[in-house]
């Protein structure tokens, strides 16, 4: 498992707060409060329902903790409980809307995706990179939820083909063939609009 700051592993972390120590919980989770929030943000594309959609996982984590088998990666494990939670949500938008056919609908397109943005101190960027990352952000966001999920696991958060099958509940050549379309549906979309930017140059990684 990985190391923590303080180089305890988190075997070592987890087995402290379910002897009581349940403050150490922050310790545990500190390393992916980012991604945890990115990958929600991503999937909702609102701030707020993101950020309660985070924090709701990290409640789920804590209560279930004991329930955590040991031989999975923690992080997965995590990611797995924040796309549930991002999932219901989803559901909940939709019933919302069915009850609601009166009022003016709003996707609260305003709202853009954060899951390819620095977490960390932002350098400064030049004009031309924040338009391609914006680009890329808005479409990625576009993808319909099954591709838009996978390329999150698999090129945002880089989880493993086992690791990003094991937290969708799907098969590996499942998450191969998602993977390929979904980067497909990218190009098409992409290639066109960044041509500008680079001709001479391949603008995605794969």
Not at 7 to 31: C, H, K, M
Not at 48 to 58: H, K, L, S
Not at 98 to 120: I, K, T, Y
Not at 165 to 194: C, D, F, N, W, Y
Request: proline share 4%.
């Amino acid at each position: 498992m990985a190391e923590v700051a303080d180089g305890r592993d988190e075997a070592q972390i987890i087995a402290s707060i379910l002897s009581g120590n349940t403050n150490e919980f922050y310790v545990l989770i500190r390393p992916y409060e980012r991604s945890v929030y990115a990958m929600a943000l991503s999937l909702l594309q609102n701030e707020a329902d993101a950020e309660d959609a985070a924090q709701e996982a990290f409640l789920k984590a804590f209560r279930h903790l004991a329930s955590f088998r040991a031989e999975a990666k923690f992080s997965t494990w995590l990611i797995s409980i924040t796309l549930n939670e991002a999932r219901s949500r989803l559901r909940q938008r939709k019933v919302l809307k069915l009850q609601s056919l009166d009022e003016p609908l709003d996707e609260q397109g305003h709202v853009s995706p954060a899951l390819l943005r620095d977490w960390c101190e932002v350098s400064t960027q030049t004009l031309e990179r924040q338009e391609v990352r914006l680009l890329l952000e808005r479409a990625i966001a576009s993808l319909p939820l099954i591709y838009r999920e996978i390329v999150l696991m698999r090129d945002v958060e880089e989880l493993s083909v086992n690791e990003s099958a094991e937290t969708l509940g799907i098969s590996i050549g499942s998450v191969k063939v998602r993977l390929h379309r979904a980067r497909m549906m990218l190009q098409k979309t992409l290639a066109p609009q960044l041509k500008p930017f680079n001709p001479k140059r391949r603008w995605l990684p794969w």
